[in-house]
Nanobody, 125 residues
Framework: QVQMVESGGGLVQTGGSLRLSCAAS????????FTWFRQAPGKEREFVGG????????NYADSVKGRFTCSRDNAKNTVYLQMNGLKPEDTAVYYC??????????????????WGQGTQVTVSS
């Protein structure tokens, strides 16, 4: 079992930046992928980006490439999502998710076993 707690959401103006954090605890080891999803009102939860815990490879949705960056701090058991150049369409609840993986950063919601509670990001125009 893996527990995750997100933080760092808030209100920001268009073009601004936020950094989300996902603190993980429980039975984690090197073979995990940690990923961010987001869900806007009335829309499906969608993949944003993710990072492999030990291999550090990343994967991003086309809509955020070049603006968002995933990273991790092994010592703090924390994964980050740095969001720059925010747009109103980035407004959503952002969720951290984890699953066992040797390398892949899966992009489908069903691939993930563990989820955080979510943190709200609102981008004003």
């Amino acid at each position: 079992q893996v527990q995750m707690v997100e933080s760092g959401g808030g209100l920001v103006q268009t073009g601004g930046s936020l950094r989300l954090s996902c603190a993980a605890s429980g039975r984690t080891d090197a073979n995990y992928a940690f990923t961010w999803f987001r869900q806007a009102p009335g829309k499906e939860r969608e993949f944003v980006g993710g990072i492999h815990w030990s291999r550090s490879n990343t994967n991003y949705a086309d809509s955020v490439k070049g603006r968002f960056t995933c990273s991790r701090d092994n010592a703090k058991n924390t994964v980050y999502l740095q969001m720059n150049g925010l747009k109103p369409e980035d407004t959503a609840v952002y969720y951290c998710a984890a699953t066992r993986s040797l390398l892949s950063i899966y992009t489908t919601r069903s691939a993930y076993d563990f989820w955080g509670q979510g943190t709200q990001v609102t981008v004003s125009s």
